[in-house]
């Protein structure tokens, strides 16, 4: 019995580390998207919140693709809760990060009225911060709540 309750351990935390690391690319691949979106429309004179909406757009689509295929997904008949489960994890992620952005542009036309560059690194930075903040909370969150359909049922 408990070389039995070890194999499973090592097996979950083997699976873990899979899915973490599988997680980690597909965030790398979104994003990378989202960024050069933000940088660019900001850059461009696009407001903060608007810009961070369109990277938000930009990187969640290949990111629930991606993640999905990670997961294995539930076939056709969960792709519709998967998807509703996976935009409510990931507009509460955009609105934080146009809530950031919102504020970090305020303080950066304050504190740097004149320096577009400067103005441009602060907001950035917020918007890549509140990601990088939600990168653990999103992983717990989407292997609990979104791809379940397929998580293997533990023996009573």
Not at 89 to 116: C, K, M, Q, Y
């Amino acid at each position: 019995m408990v070389q039995q309750t070890a194999e499973s351990t090592g097996a979950r935390r083997g699976r873990y580390w899979r899915l973490l690391s599988r997680f980690a690319a597909a965030s790398v691949v979104a994003t990378g998207i989202s960024q050069l979106v933000f940088l660019l429309s900001y850059s461009l004179g696009a407001t903060a919140v608007f810009a961070t909406t369109l990277a938000w757009l930009a990187g969640a689509i290949p990111n629930f693709v991606l993640n999905r295929r990670t997961w294995g997904g539930g076939g056709r008949a969960a792709l519709r809760g998967e998807i509703l489960r996976y935009g409510v994890i990931s507009v509460g992620t955009a609105l934080l990060a146009a809530l950031a952005t919102h504020n970090a542009e305020t303080l950066a036309h304050a504190l740097f009225p004149d320096v577009r560059t400067a103005q441009i690194a602060v907001v950035w930075g917020a918007f890549i911060g509140t990601y990088a903040v939600m990168f653990v909370v999103k992983f717990v969150l989407i292997d609990r709540l979104v791809f379940t359909a397929r998580r293997p049922r533990r023996a009573r």
